[in-house]
Nanobody, 118 residues
Framework: QVQLVESGGGLVEPGGSLRLSCAAS????????MIWYRQAPEKQRELVAS???????NYADSVKGRFTISRDNNKNTVYLQMNILKPEDTAVYYC????????????WGQGTQVTVSS
C-alpha cells in the first residue's frame, strides 16, 4: 500500500493562506482517490476535500470557494491550497488514500498542524 507524509502546516493569521502537501510512496499512486481530512480539538474528524484519479473534486461546504485540492501524479503528491483562512480552520490535517474497487484498507498520513490565530 501507499505511504503518506503531510507537510506545510503552521501558524497563520485569519485571512491568510497555506498550502499543504502530501507526498506518497509506493506503487499505483495515480489510481488512488486522495482525501484531506481534519480534526479540531474535541471535534470529530471531518472530510475537507477529495480528488479522484480522474481529477474530479469535492469539498465540504465550510471550505468551498476557499480551498483547492489538486494532484501531481508525476510527483506522487496531492496538495491542499487554503485561502482566506479562519480560526475555525484550526485543526490537524490528514491525508488519506484509497483505491476504488479493492477491499484493502486505505492509508493515512501522520497529520500536519494548521493554526489560524491573530
Amino acid at each position: 500500500q501507499v505511504q503518506l507524509v503531510e507537510s506545510g502546516g503552521g501558524l497563520v493569521e485569519p485571512g491568510g493562506s497555506l498550502r499543504l502537501s502530501c507526498a506518497a510512496s509506493g506503487s499505483g499512486f495515480s489510481l488512488y482517490r486522495m482525501i484531506w481530512y481534519r480534526q479540531a480539538p474535541e471535534k470529530q474528524r471531518e472530510l475537507v476535500a477529495s480528488i479522484t484519479r480522474f481529477g474530479s473534486t469535492n469539498y465540504a461546504d465550510s471550505v468551498k470557494g476557499r480551498f483547492t485540492i489538486s494532484r501531481d501524479n508525476n510527483k506522487n503528491t496531492v496538495y491542499l491550497q487554503m485561502n482566506i483562512l479562519k480560526p475555525e480552520d484550526t485543526a490537524v490535517y490528514y491525508c488519506y488514500a484509497d483505491k476504488p474497487g479493492t477491499i484493502l484498507k486505505g492509508s493515512w498520513g501522520q497529520g500536519t498542524q494548521v493554526t489560524v490565530s491573530s
